[in-house]
């Protein structure tokens, strides 16, 4: 069977978790591709929460296996935890889920690094989440990063210390106040590694070829969003992995004519988290009515988002170069209220009207030209059902299908599993 995809087309945080959950009951495996624990995905069903980091957001479903890609960074630290998260639940986790031997680990001083790094970056610091993802994506592509598989063997405490030794040097290299004790660090890293090595560790890209052939259906999970991207993203201000439809190749090794339906989540609004352009921000009373009321604040750090209008010069973008076949508009719930609403539709870029994203989005090249809708009044969080919309709701769904030329098949309404409408 083909596989499909599920990925973010702003900056991460769009509620892919939800929407993941939502549709594992039509999938037998769920794999999450790339990222690690800098991703916080939000699940709301019977009246609990969950927040998922690295585990895939297929977990809570009684059938479905779920699998942490090659692609994925892990920190046995974080993946304890969410572990312990999950024990009061009736969750077989040593049957359900399972880990490639080829994803890498994040050791406690890939941590520091990203520390010291973004303290030595000062005003220009990246808004890192501090979780090591970027110093362990460098490893992995500088091949000296430690791997799942690793754990299996004799001496992988040997190449740990050699690897930790240059980290240190490194940290020193940075010449900034970054306080840790090791040895503390350490003791937590490797009872949190003993816990992983409890785990079933395969040869993923073979279990998911053999799944493939036995007519299983796969769903993969990305993190992150499409503007994170580390090729495709607001570079430098992005995180360290191909958040695009061609991670789930790389961090899979699913072959791009395997992939059928890609489904592009995004939010009705747009929020971004940590630093970097971000065109239709809004700095006024508007965008702290959106963050208040979408309670936009990151579910990793706790940070405060950002909130702006939608900018579809991006979503085209992202839409793009995803080849996204269907799209999942999230938090409509959120926008009630609101008298007017903005839809960036094209760039006043150096003088010129530009209706595509250029290479550099920084605030003195870009102002957003924006078309006004009429917003809706009415509380959206109860509806059932598609013909329950307003007017006003479905001129601006309209609109947007008609631009990116893709329908929107689900419309979300709020962040439990219940509140999600299927077009
Ligand atoms: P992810 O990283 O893409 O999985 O998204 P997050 O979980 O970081 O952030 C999405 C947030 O929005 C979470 O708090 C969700 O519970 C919440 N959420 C998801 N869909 C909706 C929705 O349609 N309406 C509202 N109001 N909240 C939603
Ligand atoms: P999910 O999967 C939103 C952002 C950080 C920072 C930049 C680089 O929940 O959507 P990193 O720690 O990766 O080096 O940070 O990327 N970022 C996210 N923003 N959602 C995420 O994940 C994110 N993961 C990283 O805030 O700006
Ligand atoms: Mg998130």
Avoid at 127 to 134: A, F, M
Avoid at 138 to 163: C, F, H, P, Q, S
Avoid at 272 to 297: C, K, N, Q, W, Y
Avoid at 310 to 318: I, Q
């Amino acid at each position: 069977m083909a596989v499909d995809l599920l990925l973010g087309l702003q900056w991460g945080d769009e509620g892919k978790g939800k929407i993941v959950d939502v549709l594992t009951a039509n999938y037998d495996i769920i794999a999450r591709f790339q990222g690690g624990p800098n991703a916080g995905h939000t699940l709301e069903f019977d009246g609990i929460k969950h927040v998922l980091r690295t585990i895939p957001s297929g977990i809570f479903h009684e059938t479905a296996t779920n699998v942490i890609g090659n692609g994925v960074v892990i920190d046995p630290v974080v993946f304890k935890k969410e572990l312990d998260g999950l024990a009061k639940f009736d969750i077989d986790i040593h049957k359900k889920l399972i880990i490639s031997r080829k994803a890498h680990l994040i050791l406690p001083t890939h941590r520091l690094l990203d520390a010291a790094s973004e303290a030595a970056k000062g005003k220009a610091k990246i808004g890192s989440t501090l979780k090591g993802i970027g110093p362990t994506y460098m490893d992995k592509t500088g091949r000296n990063g430690i791997r799942v598989g690793d754990l299996e063997l004799d001496n992988w405490k040997e190449k740990y210390r050699a690897l930790t030794n240059k980290h240190e040097a490194m940290i020193n290299f940075y010449n900034v106040d970054v306080q840790y004790d090791l040895q503390e660090l350490e003791d937590e890293f490797f009872a949190a590694v003993k816990v992983l090595k409890t785990l079933q560790f395969i040869d993923s890209e073979e279990y998911l070829h053999q799944a493939q052939k036995s007519g299983k259906t796969i769903l993969a999970e990305g993190a992150q969003g499409s503007l994170l991207d580390i090729d495709f993203g607001t570079y430098p201000f992005v995180t360290s992995s191909t958040t695009t439809a061609a991670g789930a190749c790389t961090g899979l090794g699913v072959a791009p004519n395997k992939i059928k339906d890609v489904f592009g989540i995004f939010k009705a609004y747009t929020t971004r988290v940590g630093s970097g352009p971000f065109p239709t921000e809004l700095f006024d009373d508007v965008g702290s009515d959106m963050a208040r009321i979408g309670h936009e604040f990151g579910a990793v750090t706790g940070r405060p988002r950002r909130c702006g209008w939608l900018d579809l010069v991006a979503l085209k973008y992202t839409a793009q170069v995803n080849g996204v076949t269907q799209l999942m508009m999230m938090k409509g719930d959120v926008l009630s209220g609101f008298k007017t609403l903005k839809v960036c539709t094209a760039y006043k870029y150096k003088g010129e009207t530009i209706s595509h994203l250029p290479y550099n989005i920084e605030p003195e090249n870009i102002e957003p030209i924006y078309t006004d809708f009429k917003g809706w009044k009415e509380d959206l969080t109860q509806m059932t059902d598609p013909s329950q919309f307003p007017k006003e709701l479905n001129d601006y769904i309209d609109f947007l299908e008609k631009e990116l030329e893709i329908p929107i098949k689900i419309v979300s309404v709020g962040p439990d599993r219940t509140q999600t409408i299927h077009r």
